[in-house]
């Protein structure tokens, strides 16, 4: 970065600051998450500090990042709600005898250690889709593939894994 880049965001910080938090105070309808989405906001131009000082109207730029910013912030919130919920309307869980126990974390040893065994790439389609509950769809865009490249590779990584799941019972 240059010094002259970072003068010229230092003034955009300072001028716009105020406009972009009210926008996403506004958005957010939550002082604390709109100073966040304001916050990211910033950083985004930070990063981008090339693309930023290229722009002819930072501002309307800043608020188009805020925008991006703020439904991902209200979408990650949707989405801890709605696991909120899910939690809290769960049964409540007999807890499992010692035996239930070891064969439980014995199941998981062994699926993490199949796991493990894949490229990494099959290991990141599975995490995306199974620890991170992302959709086709989600994993194409955080990977940067078509949907259908997401559905068949997830395909194949699930089929890998269960081979090499399969193998630990064969032996």
Known sequence: MTEEQARLFSAAFDEYYPEVL????RRMGNVTDGG??????FLVAWRR???????????????????RTTLNLMRSKRRASNLADKVEHLAPVAAPDA?????GAADVAAALAALAQLSESDQEII????????????IAV????????A???????????????ADRDAT
């Open 22 to 25: 009210a926008y996403c105070r």
């Open 36 to 41: 966040d989405a304001a916050a990211d906001t």
């Open 49 to 67: 500090i090339d693309d930023f000082v290229a722009v002819q109207y930072p501002r309307a730029w800043l608020y188009g990042v805020a925008r």
């Open 99 to 103: 035996a239930e126990e070891a064969i």
């Open 127 to 138: 995490a995306l889709a199974a620890f991170d509950s992302f959709g086709h769809e989600e």
């Open 142 to 149: 955080a990977l940067g593939i078509t949907a259908g490249q």
């Open 151 to 165: 559905r068949s590779r997830l395909y194949r990584a699930r089929q890998r894994l269960r081979a090499k799941f």
